[in-house]
């Protein structure tokens, strides 16, 4: 009788156990948030860049500044920068200076904030070869805000981080 309940309390501390590793309660991280900057990608003479979020607060991102430090771009080879917004998120405010090679805009979602996802497309008319290295943000001069009217701290760039976000749309004829 004794070895039968040292048997059952022992399966039953083993059940809480599994249980409470399969909720994610053990060896559970703070998962930091993450602006997605993805690589160029060129067919022909044509170029983009798709900029995502991922892990962000509850919240959402419903906001993004890039100032006119914020991003930089080889103008030898890209010209002709047009930015959409994706996903419920508009242009407020853009522009590219192809004679400088620098970028500034702000785009904005006024119904909802994004936790993970697409949230705008850079496109642009590309003569020779774009790599990763020809399209640079600079963390320093990004602000992201919430859905809350609130500046989101703690994120990162994920410019190597491994994340593909489809864009759902791709409007006909759109370069």
Same mark, same amino acid.
């Given at each position: 009788?004794?070895?039968?309940? $040292?048997?059952?309390?022992?399966? #039953?501390?083993?059940v809480?156990?599994?249980?409470? $590793?399969?909720?994610?309660? @053990?060896?559970?991280?703070?998962?930091?948030?993450?602006?997605?900057?993805? !690589?160029?990608?060129?067919t /022909?003479?044509?170029?983009?860049?798709?900029?995502?979020v991922?892990?962000m607060?509850?919240? +959402?991102?419903?906001?993004?500044?890039? =100032?006119?430090?914020?991003?930089?771009?080889?103008?030898?080879?890209?010209?002709?920068?047009?930015? $959409?917004?994706?996903?419920? &998120?508009?242009?407020?405010?853009?522009? &590219? =200076?192809?004679?400088t090679?620098?970028?500034?805009?702000?785009? /904005?979602n $006024? =119904? *909802?904030?994004?936790? #993970? /996802?697409?949230? *705008?497309?850079?496109?642009?008319?590309?003569?020779?070869?774009? +790599?990763?290295?020809?399209?640079?943000?600079?963390?320093?001069?990004?602000?992201l805000?919430?859905?809350? =009217?609130t &500046?989101? !701290? %703690? @994120?990162?760039?994920? !410019? /190597?981080?491994?994340y593909?976000?489809?864009?759902?749309?791709?409007?006909? %004829?759109?370069?």
């Amino acid at each position: 009788m004794r070895s039968r309940f $040292a048997a059952f309390c022992l399966l #039953a501390i083993g059940v809480v156990f599994v249980l409470t $590793a399969c909720m994610g309660q @053990w060896f559970t991280q703070e998962q930091k948030a993450y602006l997605v900057i993805g !690589t160029p990608v060129v067919t /022909g003479s044509y170029g983009e860049v798709i900029i995502s979020v991922v892990n962000m607060p509850q919240e +959402g991102m419903a906001s993004m500044a890039v =100032n006119v430090d914020g991003m930089t771009y080889t103008n030898a080879k890209i010209t002709g920068i047009v930015l $959409a917004g994706l996903n419920g &998120f508009t242009v407020l405010a853009s522009e &590219f =200076n192809d004679a400088t090679g620098k970028g500034r805009f702000v785009i /904005g979602n $006024a =119904n *909802a904030g994004s936790i #993970a /996802g697409t949230v *705008a497309k850079l496109t642009f008319d590309v003569s020779g070869s774009v +790599g990763s290295g020809d399209v640079a943000f600079h963390e320093l001069h990004i602000k992201l805000g919430s859905h809350l =009217n609130t &500046f989101i !701290t %703690g @994120w990162e760039p994920g !410019t /190597g981080k491994a994340y593909y976000a489809k864009d759902a749309t791709q409007e006909e %004829g759109a370069k």
